[in-house]
């Protein structure tokens, strides 16, 4: 292993969002980046990774504020100040598009906002007693995603950069769209889903500006940058960062001429679904995953991104597949370790990796997601997708009652998955 990457956490620098900063958090991350570098181990570091300070939200509501911008910038200030003359790979923030549409959009993830109540095909009815509104709020943290995003470049580029001669970019994730038929209005479906997807924010810092389609279907929800946003926005990355797990259908989905959306997720005209018009899969899942393997999706969206983007220096920052447990039950431990499907996943998904780079795409990294189990957001600890396995609660025991509310620190064994050898192996060709 030659790289490793993680965030920091933006609390764990500046508790109250700005002002003083706690020297023990700078330290512990300078301990672990030294321990990376003194093992040849070169770290690739995320500045946001959507843990924003308390504080920031009760004072003016995070993202959904201009305000954020200027904070976002002043956090990454210290970060590049205290780390910048060893970090030399910069992610300003990982998953955008989740950050965004989890969080304001349809409640799942914090601060859990959504219009309260609405129901959403697929989903059922949203509850979100905090409020909210999933029509305009998306937008509006986007917006102010880009504008952070694009003020800590330049603030890089201009301050650290010459001198710290790193680099510095920014991950997306989006799955790639397969046009349910062949027909225009598939095709034309398959174009906006990019659009509404990795569109959203890869136009804006490649040209300046949100895609035409959105431009034409959302009108004045969504915002405007001004002159100076746009100059900073254009070209405002190093390289690019893209996280792909699988791939869906994408169906034109027609509306009456008097339809009213009634969240974000109206706006594309388009229904993304993992089955064809036959209820046939886009491909095989695991148990309880929504993972649909399907390699071809990440040469074609590599190649998508090339031919619309003018061929970025890439990175795949996240590929990976999960078990999950099932029925409040952890995992057998026979069953997790032999994980014979997530070495074939990996193959097949460096194969097409290999074969974009062939074809032209300038990709120059791989990272998997991810090196040991983690707590997945929504998911907590159910959902496996590490190399490893933790132990959270002693093997075969169940997941703990009500009243156990965190995994004993007693346990928390690391296991080598069966991809770990394979994984070991092929590195090693």
């Given amino acids: 292993m030659d790289a490793y990457r993680f965030s920091i956490s933006w609390s764990r620098i500046l508790p109250k969002g700005r002002g003083k900063v706690n020297e023990e958090g700078v ?50 200030d210290v970060c590049f100040r205290e780390f910048g003359d060893r970090v030399k790979y910069w992610i300003t923030v990982n998953e955008a598009l989740m950050f965004t549409t989890l969080g304001f959009g349809l409640g799942m993830h914090a601060p859990g906002h959504c219009t309260d ?8 009815r949203l509850n979100c007693p905090v409020g909210g509104d999933s029509l305009r709020e998306p937008y509006i943290v986007a917006h102010n995603i880009l504008r952070s995003h694009a003020e800590t470049v330049h603030l890089y580029r201009e301050k650290y950069k010459p001198t710290q001669h790193g680099e510095i970019g920014i991950t997306h994730v989006t799955q790639w769209m397969v046009p349910i038929d062949g027909s225009p209005l598939s095709k034309e479906a398959q174009e906006r889903a990019l659009h509404f997807n990795l569109g959203w924010f890869m136009d804006p810092i490649k040209f300046g500006d949100y895609p035409l389609s ?4 959302v009108r004045d929800r969504l915002p405007v940058f001004t002159q100076e946003e746009t100059k900073k926005l254009k070209n405002s990355y190093d390289f690019i960062g893209l996280n792909y797990y699988t791939s869906r259908f994408a169906r034109n989905r027609p509306l ?21 018009n036959e209820g046939f899969p886009i491909d095989h899942a695991e148990p309880g995953s929504w993972i649909n393997v399907h390699p071809r999706g990440l040469r074609e969206l590599l190649l998508y991104i090339k031919n619309r983007y003018d061929s970025p220096p890439i990175y795949i920052t996240e590929n990976g597949v999960m078990e999950k ?10 069953h997790v370790l032999n994980d014979t499907h997530r ?23 791989y990272f998997t997601w991810s090196l040991i189990d983690n707590f997945e957001w929504s998911d907590g ?40 050898t394979w994984f070991k192996r092929f590195l090693d060709r």
């Fill in 27 to 76: 330290q512990y991350y300078k301990n672990l980046i030294n321990e990376l570098l003194a093992n040849g181990i070169e770290p690739y570091v995320t500045i946001f990774h959507w843990d924003l300070p308390e504080a920031l939200d009760a004072e003016y509501g995070g993202f959904l504020s201009h305000k954020i911008a200027e904070d976002f910038k002043n956090y990454a």
């Fill in 117 to 124: 109540g609405l129901e959403i095909q697929g989903l059922g």
């Fill in 214 to 217: 959105m431009r034409a279907l």
């Fill in 256 to 276: 009456p001429a008097n339809f009213k959306p009634t969240s974000y997720l109206d706006d594309s005209c388009v229904d993304i679904t993992a089955v064809d």
């Fill in 325 to 334: 447990d099932q029925k409040g039950q952890q995992l057998h431990l026979h």
């Fill in 343 to 365: 070495a074939e996943y990996l193959a097949l998904h460096l194969h097409e990796l290999k074969e974009a780079i062939r074809m032209g795409v300038d990709a120059r990294g």
């Fill in 381 to 420: 600890f159910t959902s496996r997708l590490g190399l490893h396995f933790i132990d959270y609660y002693g093997s075969h025991k169940p997941h703990p009652d009500e009243n156990e509310k965190a995994p004993s620190p007693s346990h928390l064994r690391r296991i080598p998955k069966q991809s770990v």
